[in-house]
């Protein structure tokens, strides 16, 4: 290689990237403890973000903690379907059945047919939703691609129809009153109040610290946002595990895979169940701030924006989750003025990325990092061609340099063989 | 023998693929599988490694039948496949990808693993200079050396390798072949399936050849080098 260093292929990247990977690699350079602070300072700026109701991010329209709390629901369901889309590469289209089974588990259980406690239901309701994932995955993963994504699609509507139609869950009407969280109150903390300009602490609006009440959402957000940051806990722990490498190997080459001898129908099966597991947590958060569900909430459009969340932020990489999820839910709330073209811009928004940023907005580094070099490469052929490939090196045996011809697309690959 | 299959059928949805096949692999031996595309090749080793179905008959691996051992446990056992074409994980490194090839090991501690890196490495020198790279950005040469070296990152004592020829140069396809010689001189049994009928021939202890799912001929791999008819068919009349 000689010195005609021609323009690096970093400086054609989109400014979107290169700043990601500018910022990535100096997050990845600062040290453990520091990264550490980062994160601690970042949660607890997303806890006080309801107290603070900084006035660009603040939503005027609505209640700002009602807002956050949504979000929040769509960050869970979002790092939570992207287990199953983005790490085991399975096309979910029926993800809101296990939102309503989290959901109607809490209600059945606290409301309508018993009168558990909540701190009970949770966990019997994540169960439930857990089995529920089993019992989908287990005959239809055994079908792939296309046909998964249409038989996960029916069962969304499926859950949604039986909720409708079933008398015992209610049937259209849904399950009211169903209750609260236990409550805390230990001291009330004041909102600031930004209406003069300079933020001046509000003393008439206060949060109680903690008291789940139907009137003041801050706490239900400060419960998922606890939840959010305990599923991000162990979605990173799972995914830097062998587990999290098996659904890599899965997701780009079922049969290498299986050849390498990854038992791949259970790992598929392993992520449906904890991609359910997160997602009920989500709805049982939906449905006990709510207080009252009904099958309206659990449409197909749900289970298709909750996708478009992972999709759009980049799938495989659990930030990427969060940030689609932020944007698919905070957005619309933000921009509440412009209620009759809300999904009229979601939808432009959404065809620009597909075609400007198809791998989403915060994609896995391995995704930024293949299409580096691809890029490399191309400005290789494009320029004089590199000696070193030409070269080859000769196994122990051979000595004489070998030229090596590129695979053909898409190489004859005949059922038999 | 290390493998014996016996009157082996392997449908393909309703249309059968290979039909009562069976062939001998001895333990310590390359063989090969010829034949045209089409003829069941591939769905052969496939069903030995047990991605596909058997239909009837039976593949009895060191003396133990594989009718009822899942894909995953027949590669815990030894036997391990470089699948044909781009058989690689494309995201992962070529280094990943030789990790993924240690899967089933029990100890996959760096140190525990660093003689398998080296034997690879030392066979495949040219996958030393691109570890770092995403495997999906080698050419097509460098893929194939990637799956065998992940085959061999799993010790096993049988490596079925589909097509290692496929689609490369005239060069790598004499290399390929020295290599796995090499694989087989340091002890591990190959069941290799080729096209590339002469060179399969010429490093072959025995030979069968496939048509139309059925084998027609067998015998060592001079054998059927000499016999017309292979000759005719399959090395270009006169070799």
Known sequence: ?417 | MLLEVRDLSVNYGHIEAIRDISFDVPEGSVVTLIGANGAGKSTTLKTISGLRKVRTGSIVYDGQDLAKVSADRRVQMGISQAPEGRGIFPGMTVRENLEMGAYVRRNRSAAALAPDFERVLTLFPRLAERIKQPAGNLSGGEQQMVAIGRALMAQPRLLLLDEPSMGLAPKLIQQIFRIIEEINAQGTTVLLVEQNAAQALRRAHLAYLLETGEIVRSGTGSELAGDPAVRAAYLGGDV
């Open chain 1, 1 to 417: 290689m000689s010195e005609t260093t021609t323009t690096r292929p970093a400086a054609r990247m989109s400014w979107a990237s290169s700043l990601r990977s500018s910022l990535g690699s100096r997050l990845r350079r600062t040290p453990r403890w520091a990264q550490f602070l980062l994160m601690v300072a970042l949660a607890l700026f997303c806890y006080l973000l309801p107290l603070l109701e900084p006035p660009v991010i603040s939503t005027p329209g609505t209640d700002f903690g009602a807002v956050l709390f949504t979000v929040s629901i769509y960050v869970l369901v979002a790092v939570g379907l992207n287990i199953v889309v983005g790490y085991a590469g399975l096309l979910d289209l029926g993800y809101v059945g296990f939102y309503a089974i989290g959901a109607y588990t809490v209600g059945v259980l606290t409301s309508h047919h018993a009168t558990w406690p909540w701190l009970l239901s949770l966990p019997a309701a994540l169960v439930v939703t857990m089995i529920s994932g089993v019992l989908l995955g287990w005959p239809t993963l055994r079908v792939r691609g296309d046909y998964l994504a249409i038989v996960t699609l029916g069962f969304g509507e499926i859950v949604r129809l039986t909720l409708i139609n079933s008398e015992w869950l209610g049937d259209a009407r849904g399950i009211s009153s169903i209750p609260a969280p236990p409550s805390l109150p230990l001291f009330e903390i004041p909102h600031l109040d930004w209406s003069t300009g300079v933020p001046l602490v509000d003393f008439s609006d206060t949060t109680t610290f903690i008291e789940f009440g139907v009137t003041d959402p801050v706490p239900f957000y400060w419960l998922a946002l606890t939840l959010v940051i305990l599923v991000l806990l162990a979605d990173k722990r799972i995914k830097n595990s062998r587990v999290g490498r098996s659904w890599e190997a899965t997701r780009e080459d079922e049969d290498a895979a299986e050849l390498m001898g990854v038992p791949t129908f259970r790992f598929k099966l392993l992520a449906f169940a904890l991609g359910a597991f997160v997602g009920g947590i989500a709805g049982s958060m939906f449905a006990t701030r709510q207080t009252f569900i009904n099958p309206e909430s659990f449409t197909l459009l749900i289970s298709i924006l909750f996708l478009s969340a992972v999709v759009l932020g980049g799938q495989g990489n659990r930030w990427g989750a969060v940030i689609g999820a932020i944007v698919v839910a905070y957005l619309p709330e933000r921009f509440r003025g412009f209620e009759q073209w809300r999904v009229l811009v979601f939808g432009i928004a959404l065809m620009l990325l597909a075609i400007y940023r198809p791998q989403g907005l915060l994609p896995p580094r391995r995704t930024v990092r293949a299409q580096r070099m691809e890029e490399e490469s191309q400005a290789l052929e494009v320029g004089e061609a590199d000696p070193d490939a030409e070269l080859a090196t000769a196994g122990p045996v051979a000595r004489n340099p070998v030229d090596d011809a590129p695979v053909p697309p898409d190489e004859e690959r005949s059922p038999r063989g």
